[in-house]
């Protein structure tokens, strides 16, 4: 007796077709699956036998082969336990129903529930793409998976409830793919909490604006941390293709919130600088994404950025440059998408008081030198602000005069991302910071004082190609918020003035 079914199983991002084929022959007992089944897979085989007892349908006394095709691909996770058991239940004549243009996927418990998965994101769309009808799916995956149009998605909570489904005893119905709202995402926190502190302010909106890496340096509570935290609530809203992208991502890692359809806040990841560097880049036995690609089309935040470990830091420099993250294991190479703002926040010194106005510095020369260190040259290059958070004075905290909101700087921020689309239409990119250089000499017109401007601050500040670019490129945002299609000297003089801190901070002085 023989039975099949489909299901999905998934490399990276990407979902490919498993057929799942199930044979039982006399002879005596047993229960293999074959098709390079990863360790939770070889367990299905306990997860079955219970829960068919558990449900009252019989489990087989011969010799069973299941085969995961194709046999080549390591197949990892509990997401065959469905199909698996649907596949014996066929070929036990204990169910008879047509399957052949569905696809399958779930864990499933000794009593037969069935539980969430990772990857129904990028399955149900696979699915949809090669013409499969419908899905099924554990239902709290089952508004992820209503994305993908062109299949119908049903989510089961239980073996008996799929059951009666393909028996036509209680007909389930599909999930209805709602419309989804990118305006709904709300942000709690507001610029306008954040009292001063007008020219960092300014550069996050430059940053926002131009989709721009930032430092903010500067003595303990001076607000860095609350102007990076509020980042999120001047960004432009997500498009439907960035709000898909980032979702695989999530779907693939398992971060996706329950009965969520889509992410449709841009992500802000603000891990601890205790993070490794696997969890950073992505890692694991299966690659899967770290904290780089869960913050794709959003922002990633390092706070206290001397903690964190060195060799972490580094593992930043190719993803910041290619916006793509690859990762080799044993089981294979994966590429993941990381199209990221970084931000970072820090003190100047270990006691934070290195070129405080007021309040001295306790460290000593050597003591900041090799605190600041930690930082290298290379990461330092690849944030294009740096921007100094100096002291609140008492006077404007206690005047307590209201500040300009979040959604007033946003404004301007999406005047500013509108010019950058259509300029880049035909490009493939939609921000200013990810210009390629043949980009930055076709739309960066300079006027003839700009032009000189640029040229003195190259030889004298000594920057590098890449700081060269960088400057570039923010110049371009701030003529953009300006409306402008020529980069101005005020532009560029507002643009090096971003590039000035490291030499404070980091040249000797
Ligand atoms: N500009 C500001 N306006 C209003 N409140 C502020 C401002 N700066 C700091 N605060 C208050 O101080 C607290 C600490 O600020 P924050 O955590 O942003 O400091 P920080 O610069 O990140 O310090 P650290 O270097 O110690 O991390 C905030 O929660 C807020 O209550
Ligand atoms: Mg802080």
């Known amino acids: 007796m023989f039975a099949d079914v489909y299901s999905m199983g998934l490399c990276g991002l990407d979902a490919f077709t498993v057929h799942v084929e199930c044979d039982i022959s006399q002879g005596m007992p047993s229960f293999d699956i074959v098709g390079l089944p990863g360790a939770a897979i070889k367990e299905s085989r306990n997860r079955i036998r219970a829960a068919l007892r558990n449900i009252g349908l019989e489990m087989p006394v ?10 080549d691909i390591k197949k990892e996770g509990p997401v065959y336990d469905l199909p698996i058991l649907l596949s014996l239940l066929l070929a ?38 090669l013409g499969f009808k419908k899905i099924f799916v554990p ?24 059951i009666d489904h393909l028996t036509g005893k209680c007909v389930l119905s599909p999930v209805k793919t709602g419309e989804i709202d990118f305006t709904a995402a709300g942000h709690q926190l507001d610029f306008c909490d954040v009292t001063g502190q007008h020219e960092a302010k300014r550069a996050m909106e430059v940053a926002a604006a131009g989709g721009h890496n930032i430092l903010l340096i500067g003595p303990p509570g001076a607000g860095k941390s609350m102007l990076a935290n509020r980042l999120p609530s001047i960004l432009p809203q997500m498009t439907r293709e960035e709000a898909l992208e980032t979702s695989k991502i999530y779907s693939v890692a398992g971060c996706m919130p329950p009965d969520t359809a889509l992410i449709t806040a841009r992500p802000f990841r603000a891990p601890h600088h205790t993070i490794s560097a696997a969890a950073l880049a992505g890692g694991g036995k299966v690659p899967s994404p770290g904290e780089l690609s869960l913050a794709h089309n959003g922002v990633l935040f390092l706070d206290e950025l001397p903690e964190f470990a060195r060799n972490t830091l580094e593992v930043l420099r190719q993803p ?13 190479t994966m590429t993941f998408p990381c199209s990221i703002m970084l ?3 820090m003190n100047p ?13 306790i460290c000593g020369k050597k003591a900041v030198e090799k605190y600041l260190s930690k930082i290298s040259g290379p990461l330092l290059d690849r944030l294009d602000l740096h921007v100094e958070v100096p002291p609140v004075e008492y006077a404007e905290l206690s005047r307590g005069r209201a500040e300009e909101t979040s959604a007033q700087i946003r404004e301007r921020v999406n005047k500013a991302r509108r010019i950058q689309e259509s300029r880049f239409a035909d490009e493939g990119i939609c921000a200013n910071a990810k210009m390629s250089s043949p980009m930055i000499h076709k739309y960066c017109p300079l006027t003839g004082d700009a032009e000189q401007l ?14 060269y670019s960088g400057l570039m490129k923010i110049a371009r945002t701030i003529a953009d918020m300006d409306g402008e299609e020529t980069i101005s000297s005020a532009h560029i003089a507002e643009a090096i003035q971003y590039r000035s801190l490291d030499r404070k901070y980091w040249g000797g002085e």
């Open 62 to 71: 011969n010799t069973i082969t299941v085969n995961l095709a194709p046999a």
């Open 454 to 467: 640029i040229h003195r601050a190259y030889d004298s500040l000594g920057l590098s190609a890449r700081a």
């Open 139 to 162: 239902s709290e995956n089952s508004q992820e998976a209503s994305v993908a149009s062109g299949v119908e998605v049903y989510g089961v909570s239980g073996v008996r409830e799929l």
């Open 320 to 332: 910041l440059e290619d916006q793509l993250v690859t990762i080799s294991r044993v089981s294979g």
């Open 92 to 129: 036990t004549g204990q169910l008879y129903a047509d399957v052949r243009d569905c696809v399958f996927a779930g864990e499933m418990s000794l009593t037969g529930e069935i539980f969430p998965v990772k990857g129904i994101l990028p399955m149900a769309i696979e699915a949809a793409r």
């Open 349 to 361: 010194c270990a006691c934070g008081y290195y070129g405080h106005p007021t309040k001295a510095c």
């Open 343 to 345: 931000v970072c926040a």
